[in-house]
């Protein structure tokens, strides 16, 4: 909402995207707000209902061997991009902030994920169906994008998703902002310093993508994540 109300005020033409992941109450509470900010300020909005593609997160959690807040990220990101092309957008801006992109940087240095190191960044250029994405509050903490909400008078959900208590980016996100509460300018250098001098040592992206056989959307694998986890949902409640 944060995001939504900068690019308003600066004139962007934007549309907001709310995604209903079916999480009771929760869910509730989140489309409540959006809703509300999009007839507040005028501003146009797409609601897209995770159960019309056959499931929900909670059904997810009940049946994903994998961390549910993992599968969920995907999932959005997804429907996110599916989304955005389908409607002929030729930008995605996401919210995420320094805190989100520093316990991520931090999460896939500790994995060692080359392929994410490669990419990682506030700004994916497009390439044939991906839509090109911006994080363009990567440089704030969180802390200063509820600031940012407080003083606008942005009425949003302050608790954290049900299903994300004890999940792992939790714990790097508390373990960064512990740091940067002892030494601050942590996270920024962290970040910003990966942008500059880091992320070229991990190399060029190499991997090639082709089209999903189901849905037609980038994949590196014949069949996507979201079409396998879809089908996956739909043998199990048939
Ligand atoms: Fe997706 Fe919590 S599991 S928002
Ligand atoms: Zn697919």
């Known amino acids: 909402l944060a995001l939504w109300d900068v690019l308003l005020e600066l004139g962007y033409q934007v549309e907001g995207l709310h995604i209903d992941l079916g999480i009771g109450g929760y869910s509730e509470a989140s489309r409540q707000r959006v809703e509300a900010f ?37 999932v959005k990101r997804y429907l996110m991009n599916r989304v955005a092309h389908e409607g002929g957008f030729t930008v995605l801006a996401t919210g995420h902030n320094l805190d989100d992109e520093a316990s991520r940087l931090l999460a896939n240095l500790l994995r060692w994920q080359l392929w994410y190191l490669r990419t990682q960044g506030p700004v994916l250029p497009a390439e044939g ?13 969180e802390y200063e994008t509820a ?32 740091l940067e509460h002892d030494v601050p300018g942590t996270l920024l250098n962290f970040y910003q310093g990966f942008l500059k001098e880091g992320k070229a ?3 060029q992206d190499q991997r090639s993508y ?7 959307y980038p994949t590196t694998v014949p069949v996507c994540g979201f079409c396998r986890l879809k089908e996956a949902m739909q043998c199990g409640s048939g």
């Open 129 to 141: 169906k991906l839509v090109k994405r911006v994080r363009p509050l990567f440089r704030l903490t």
């Open 201 to 203: 040592c991990f190399g």
């Open 38 to 74: 999009s007839q507040r300020r005028g501003a146009a909005l797409r609601v897209v209902e995770l159960a019309r593609e056959g499931f929900t997160v909670p059904e997810l959690a009940r049946r994903s061997s994998r961390e549910v807040c993992s599968v969920c990220g995907s």
């Open 147 to 178: 600031a940012y909400a407080f003083l606008r008078g942005i009425d949003y959900v302050v608790q954290e998703c049900p299903y994300s208590r004890g999940a792992t980016f939790l714990r790097y996100k508390q373990l960064l902002r512990r």
């Open 210 to 216: 082709m089209e999903c056989e189901r849905c037609g």
